[in-house]
């Protein structure tokens, strides 16, 4: 049905940067919603970033002013540059869609994660 591609993670020094992209394709009519989520080890899973369909971004305290949120709707890929990263930052990053589909099923979706590392 959807199949969300997520990649650009990696290991970094701490303030460094990294963009990580996440690719949506599958019978979609419309992507509603677009987020971030990340989950440290032994942590839970926690909002990182979001952006609606008309482009109104929100984002955790932990991040606003180092992450920027962003979409290309002709794609169906979600963005998300992080500056000025730090060791808390290290987490597996999940990204997460609302759509509806052809079919006019609508429902949340989730990505396999992409692992950010980064060291101190």
């Known amino acids: 049905q959807v199949r969300l591609v997520e990649s650009g993670g990696g290991s970094v020094q701490a303030g460094e940067s990294l963009r990580l992209s996440c690719a949506a394709s599958?019978?979609?009519?419309?992507?509603?919603?677009m987020y971030w989520y990340r989950q440290a080890p032994g942590k839970e899973r926690e909002f990182v970033s979001g952006i609606d369909l008309d482009g109104s971004t929100s984002y955790a305290d932990s991040v606003k002013g180092r992450f920027t949120i962003s979409r290309d709707n002709a794609k169906n890929t979600l963005y998300l540059y992080m500056n000025s990263l730090k060791a808390e930052d290290t987490a597996t990053y999940y990204c997460?869609?609302?759509?509806?589909?052809?079919?006019?099923?609508?429902?949340?979706?989730w990505g396999q994660g992409t692992q950010v590392t980064v060291s101190s």
């Open positions: 997460k869609i609302d759509c509806r589909l052809d079919s006019g099923y609508r429902a949340a979706y």
């Open positions: 599958g019978y979609i009519l419309v992507t509603h919603g």
